[in-house]
Each structure stands twice: as structure tokens, then as C-alpha cells.
């Protein structure tokens, strides 16, 4: 059983596109036998994906400006154990897992953007206001509508990078044969 929405769909992946290179499974098959050994390692690391939100339907929701206060806060929630989880990482030695510690972006400046935008009791829809509350994400004073589009558009493209990152694809929330040929 998986810890996140986005760990089932990777299982459901891997079983409808398996590999096919030798290197790439035995790689695959030395990270989970690392995770498998080192008990502490593996129920921490399940321990804090337990509270990782679904990541593809927020960014999605972000991408197309659909995303409520709640659902930013949730993304938020979901970087925050990121830092741990590369400190986690940092002593693995088999290659994969080495390679989700380079690869892991910590998102600290869109966590920061979020912390500093969203208030934490703010409504549920946006269109009740009192969203953002007193902060100003750009650092300087705009009028709401400035704000918003200067934050959106600073997540998105914190996001574009974040889709192109080897954790992305190592949580499986691409839906594409690009998992089943990587050699990652």
C-alpha cells in the first residue's frame, strides 16, 4: 500500500509500463532493498509521505488558476517535509535513491511565497477575499488583482521547474510512457 495518491499512481505505472533495461531494474531493485534494510530510514520516509498531499491534481489546480486558499496551503503543508526528506536521503548509497537526493529541488522560495501570501485563516474561495491577507508577495504594495497574477506567476514557473526534477518523476506523477523508458 502506498502513503500518497501519487505513489499509487507510480505503482500503476510501473506495472503497465515495466522495464526492460537490466541496469535500470537492478537499480530500481538496489533502492528498494536499501529502503527495505534500513527499517528507521523507510517508516520515517513513509511517515512523512503520509502527509504529503496529492501533488499533481494541486499543480494542476495552480497551472489552471483553479487552486482555492485551502489548496495552496496544502501545497505548503506537502514542501514543508521536503528538507527532511533530502537529510533522510543524503546517506543512502544506492544509486537512484543518490540520484533523488541531487535531484530534490526544496521549493523553498515557492513554500516562502506561499507561507508569506496565504493567510492560514483565510476562506475557502477566493472569492470571499481576504486571501492574501496583509502580506505582499513582491515585496512591494499592489493593488489585489497585481498581487495575485504576481504570485501566480511566480508558482507556475517554480512549478515548470519542479515538472522537470528527477523527484517529480520519482513520486510518479507523470502519466506518460516517459517512465517507462527512463533510465533513471
Keep these: 500500500k502506498t502513503k500518497t495518491a501519487m ?8 506495472t503497465e509500463c515495466p522495464l526492460y533495461d537490466c ?3 537492478i537499480r530500481r531493485q538496489n533502492a528498494v532493498d536499501e529502503l527495505y534494510g534500513n527499517t528507521p530510514l523507510r517508516e520515517e520516509l513513509m511517515s512523512l509521505m503520509g502527509g504529503i498531499y496529492d501533488m499533481e491534481r494541486l499543480m494542476t489546480r495552480v497551472l489552471y488558476n483553479t487552486a482555492n486558499a485551502k489548496e495552496l496551503l496544502s501545497l505548503k503543508s506537502t514542501l514543508s517535509p521536503l528538507p527532511r526528506i533530502k537529510e533522510m536521503l543524503s546517506g543512502c548509497t544506492s544509486s537512484m535513491l543518490k540520484s533523488v537526493y541531487d535531484n530534490i529541488d526544496l521549493l523553498e522560495d515557492v513554500y516562502n511565497l506561499v507561507n508569506d501570501a496565504i493567510s492560514e485563516d483565510a476562506p475557502f474561495s477566493v472569492r470571499e477575499g481576504g486571501m492574501f491577507g496583509d502580506a505582499d508577495p513582491v515585496g512591494h504594495v ?20 519542479f515538472r522537470t526534477t528527477l523527484l517529480w518523476r520519482f513520486a510518479g506523477t507523470f502519466r506518460s510512457l516517459f517512465l517507462c523508458h527512463d533510465s533513471e
Design 7 to 14: 505513489g499509487k499512481r507510480l505503482i500503476r505505472n510501473w
Design 23 to 25: 541496469a535500470a531494474i
Design 142 to 161: 499592489l493593488d489585489g488583482n497585481a498581487v495575485e497574477s504576481a504570485f501566480a506567476d511566480e508558482l507556475h514557473r517554480r512549478i515548470q521547474h
